[in-house]
């Protein structure tokens, strides 16, 4: 009998530890804990498919397939339509099977800065505190000898590396722009401190294999299938809600997820409810948009919201849901001179077979582009002088205040990369180039919550994108400032014939010109008319991430929080929740490494209170 399974049937009514979600956490802590002690019984039930060996999931260059209507291993979030977007719907896509996003993610090595966990204000989750675990994670596939080893590890679960292929020359060309900006090269963007600095960025990458490091592949499915465990995982079984008697969580109810699952019911037949008993923890881990959601379904949240959600009230946990953060995202596509063999944009119109590079791979004389994702040069950004003293008013006031004395905070983050995520087919097959954007710190919030006690009920999720003026005010200065970059980059085909998205410029403008540069590196300027071009267009085209957290945030109840500092949710005895939700303020950077931190910080916890020695 198999130790991963869609057939509930397969498994006991009973065990010690359920964890409800099967993403990056959720693998991580329930992998960790079983490798420790095997005689725990540990259910993992997750929503979405069994990730194992698929092949779009573990070769790096397929990542944009999750994106494509259908996708087997997403599951895309609606959100509610806002006219800051005007009138706009934005779509949320978030990992839909085991592995969670971190199967689906664009595999950037990205570390937040230490002093985001110090501001969490939460023993024993400072910066400080943290560090052997996020060494303990990984191993990081670096010589250069200005790197601070003592920052990294180098013999955990999660490779780290450039991939199977680099596009140098892209690569040096945007660095060398971008020194031209100020903006200077740094060994270790991800140093926690560095905070204005453009680097060859690594990635989840497995140097040798070419795989992606996700933690169901790293973690999980090593211990299951070792057959010296009590780890064992259920997929394709939505988590409706927590059991919970006289305050304490005692087991879950889930159903069959029917909407993909590859066994299905007889036709016109209902899901069938299962209950699984916990004799020690149910760890909730859906993720920041489905953790809250099983909680209210469970009776645990804001009076209002149970109510008019016909769910009776277990636990009144105001916050549950609310605190809502995502990064916000612009893509900017141009057109590129550089060769076809650095460009990814082979992928996306047919001049490159991914089945011929799956082939290929580590053949001699394969360029090893299947190992490959295109985002290989990244920087964290603060503001330059100039760049403050023409930002409003209302600007200068929050920066003063949040930054201006603390230099480890970015503004943002960019990415230079040879590919166009747009759509190709009514583009010429060429090569192209993106300048992306996305905010390290956005004051907008938003919030998810349920409208009915089922778990196919229609969720109102506000994702809070630009509902705070400030964002967008910032989001102008990385429009300005990746431009800058990229009109100074040679692999740009240049001249505004060449942009193939971007703001519309009233003819005429100053905005409107991409002439290269002068040797005095004069930058362009704007007037207000170019300003609100550019936030037009960013209304127009933010959009997330995938960071999405902060809606089971770890605060005092009092202050909205939903959990508190070893992750057990206010009120309610034997219930934890551990993934991104549990983020009281973000992070700069993409989320993925903070996921698996948030695994790692858990087991630890649960290992202590289980009593496991020398974990």
Same mark, same amino acid.
């Not at 390290?440 to 006690?453: E, M, N």
């Not at 605060?555 to 309610?572: A, S, T």
């Given at each position: 009998?198999?130790?991963?399974?869609?057939?509930?049937?397969?498994?006991?009514?009973?065990?010690?530890?359920?964890?409800?979600?099967?993403?990056?956490?959720?693998?991580?802590?329930?992998?960790?804990?079983?490798?420790?002690?095997?005689?725990?019984?540990?259910?993992?039930?997750?929503?979405?498919?069994?990730?194992?060996?698929?092949?779009?999931?573990?070769?790096?260059?397929?990542?944009?397939?999750?994106?494509?209507?259908? #996708?087997?291993?997403?599951?895309? %979030?609606?959100?509610?339509?806002?006219?800051?977007?005007?009138?706009?719907?934005?779509?949320?896509?978030?990992? =839909?099977?085991?592995?969670?996003?971190?199967?689906?993610?664009?595999m950037m090595y990205t570390r937040s800065q230490?002093?985001?966990?110090?501001?969490?204000?939460?023993?024993?989750?400072?910066?400080?505190?943290?560090? *052997?675990?996020?060494?303990?994670?990984?191993?990081?596939?670096?010589d250069d000898p200005a790197v601070d080893k003592?920052?990294? =590890?180098?013999?955990?679960?999660? %490779?780290?590396?450039?991939?199977?292929?680099?596009?140098?020359?892209?690569?040096?060309?945007?660095?060398? #722009?971008?020194?031209?900006?100020?903006?200077?090269?740094?060994?270790?963007?991800?140093?926690?401190?560095?905070?204005?600095?453009?680097?060859?960025?690594?990635? &989840?990458?497995?140097?040798?294999?070419?795989?992606?490091?996700?933690?169901?592949?790293?973690? $999980? %499915?090593?211990?299951?299938?070792?057959?010296?465990?009590?780890?064992?995982?259920?997929?394709?079984?939505?988590?409706?809600?927590?059991?919970?008697?006289?305050?304490?969580?005692?087991?879950?109810?889930?159903?069959?997820?029917?909407?993909?699952?590859?066994?299905?019911?007889?036709?016109?037949? *209902? #899901?069938?409810?299962?209950?699984?008993?916990?004799?020690?923890?149910?760890?909730?881990?859906?993720?920041?948009?489905?953790?809250?959601?099983?909680?209210?379904?469970?009776?645990?949240?804001?009076? +209002?919201?149970?109510?008019?959600?016909?769910?009776?009230?277990?636990?009144?946990?105001?916050?549950?849901? +609310?605190?809502?953060?995502?990064?916000? $995202?612009?893509?900017?596509?141009?057109?590129?001179?550089?060769?076809?063999?650095?460009?990814?944009?082979?992928?996306?119109?047919?001049?490159?077979?991914?089945?011929?590079?799956?082939?290929?791979?580590?053949?001699?004389?394969?360029?090893?582009?299947?190992? &490959?994702? +295109?985002?290989?040069? !990244?920087?964290?950004?603060?503001?330059?002088?100039?760049?403050?003293?023409?930002? *409003?008013? +209302?600007?200068?006031?929050? &920066?003063?205040?949040?930054?201006?004395?603390?230099?480890?905070?970015?503004?943002?983050? @960019?990415?230079?990369?040879?590919?166009?995520?747009?759509?190709?087919?009514?583009?010429?097959? @060429?090569?192209?180039?993106?300048? /992306?954007?996305? $905010?390290?710190?956005?004051?907008?919030?938003?919030?998810?919550?349920?409208?009915?006690?089922?778990?196919?009920?229609?969720?109102?999720?506000?994702?809070?994108?630009?509902?705070?003026?400030?964002?967008?005010?910032?989001?102008?200065?990385?429009?300005?400032?990746?431009?800058?970059?990229?009109?100074?980059?040679?692999?740009?085909?240049?001249?505004?014939?060449?942009?193939?998205?971007?703001?519309?410029?009233?003819?005429?403008?100053?905005?409107?010109?991409?002439?290269?540069?002068?040797?005095?590196? /004069?930058?362009?300027?704007?007037?207000?008319?170019?300003?609100?071009?550019?936030?037009?267009?960013?209304?127009?085209?933010?959009?997330?991430?995938? %960071?999405?957290?902060?809606?089971?945030?770890?605060?005092?109840?009092?202050?909205?929080?939903?959990?508190?500092?070893?992750?057990?949710?206010?009120?309610?005895?034997?219930?934890?929740?551990?993934?991104?939700?549990?983020? *009281?303020?973000?992070?700069?950077?993409?989320?993925?490494?903070? !996921?698996?931190?948030?695994?790692?910080?858990?087991?630890?916890?649960?290992?202590?209170?289980?009593?496991?020695?020398?974990?």
């Amino acid at each position: 009998m198999s130790n991963i399974s869609n057939n509930p049937a397969q498994f006991p009514d009973e065990v010690d530890i359920i964890v409800a979600g099967g993403g990056s956490a959720g693998c991580t802590l329930a992998g960790r804990l079983a490798a420790a002690d095997p005689s725990l019984s540990i259910l993992v039930v997750e929503a979405g498919l069994n990730n194992k060996d698929v092949p779009n999931v573990i070769h790096p260059a397929m990542y944009l397939t999750h994106l494509l209507p259908g #996708a087997q291993m997403t599951t895309f %979030h609606q959100a509610n339509k806002s006219e800051k977007l005007n009138g706009r719907e934005p779509i949320v896509p978030i990992g =839909g099977g085991l592995g969670g996003s971190g199967s689906i993610n664009f595999m950037m090595y990205t570390r937040s800065q230490a002093v985001d966990y110090d501001d969490w204000n939460t023993e024993g989750w400072t910066g400080k505190d943290l560090l *052997p675990l996020f060494r303990k994670m990984e191993t990081f596939h670096n010589d250069d000898p200005a790197v601070d080893k003592s920052l990294h =590890g180098y013999e955990g679960p999660f %490779h780290v590396s450039s991939g199977g292929y680099v596009s140098k020359d892209f690569q040096d060309d945007s660095i060398r #722009a971008a020194a031209e900006t100020g903006l200077k090269e740094v060994p270790d963007a991800n140093n926690f401190t560095e905070a204005n600095g453009i680097q060859k960025w690594l990635k &989840w990458i497995h140097p040798k294999t070419g795989r992606r490091q996700d933690a169901a592949h790293a973690i $999980l %499915h090593p211990i299951v299938e070792s057959n010296r465990t009590g780890l064992q995982v259920l997929t394709e079984h939505k988590v409706v809600k927590v059991i919970t008697s006289n305050g304490r969580a005692t087991g879950i109810e889930c159903t069959p997820n029917t909407s993909i699952q590859t066994t299905a019911p007889a036709t016109g037949a *209902p #899901a069938t409810p299962r209950v699984f008993k916990a004799r020690k923890y149910v760890v909730v881990s859906a993720g920041a948009l489905g953790s809250p959601c099983i909680l209210e379904r469970s009776g645990i949240g804001s009076k +209002s919201v149970l109510e008019k959600a016909r769910v009776p009230v277990v636990s009144e946990i105001p916050g549950v849901g +609310s605190n809502y953060m995502d990064h916000n $995202l612009f893509l900017l596509g141009y057109k590129s001179i550089i060769k076809e063999e650095e460009c990814f944009d082979a992928f996306l119109d047919g001049r490159r077979s991914f089945e011929a590079e799956i082939d290929a791979f580590s053949k001699p004389g394969s360029l090893n582009h299947i190992a &490959w994702s +295109s985002l290989d040069t !990244a920087a964290k950004i603060r503001p330059n002088e100039a760049e403050l003293a023409s930002a *409003p008013e +209302s600007f200068k006031k929050l &920066w003063k205040r949040d930054y201006e004395s603390r230099p480890e905070r970015p503004l943002m983050v @960019a990415v230079f990369a040879p590919i166009h995520f747009g759509d190709h087919s009514d583009l010429p097959k @060429a090569q192209y180039m993106t300048g /992306a954007v996305f $905010l390290s710190y956005p004051y907008g919030r938003g919030h998810i919550h349920v409208t009915g006690p089922s778990a196919d009920d229609k969720l109102d999720f506000e994702s809070g994108f630009l509902s705070n003026d400030w964002d967008l005010d910032a989001l102008v200065i990385g429009y300005k400032r990746q431009r800058e970059v990229i009109r100074r980059m040679e692999s740009f085909a240049g001249g505004a014939e060449s942009v193939i998205t971007g703001p519309k410029f009233r003819e005429g403008s100053k905005g409107s010109k991409w002439d290269y540069p002068t040797a005095n590196g /004069a930058m362009i300027e704007y007037d207000e008319e170019d300003d609100e071009a550019i936030k037009n267009f960013l209304r127009d085209n933010i959009a997330t991430t995938w %960071h999405s957290c902060g809606t089971c945030a770890m605060k005092p109840l009092k202050d909205g929080g939903v959990v508190d500092g070893r992750l057990n949710v206010h009120g309610i005895e034997g219930l934890k929740v551990a993934d991104l939700s549990i983020m *009281p303020s973000n992070v700069a950077g993409n989320t993925y490494s903070t !996921a698996l931190l948030i695994g790692e910080k858990a087991a630890t916890i649960l290992a202590e209170e289980l009593g496991i020695q020398n974990f």
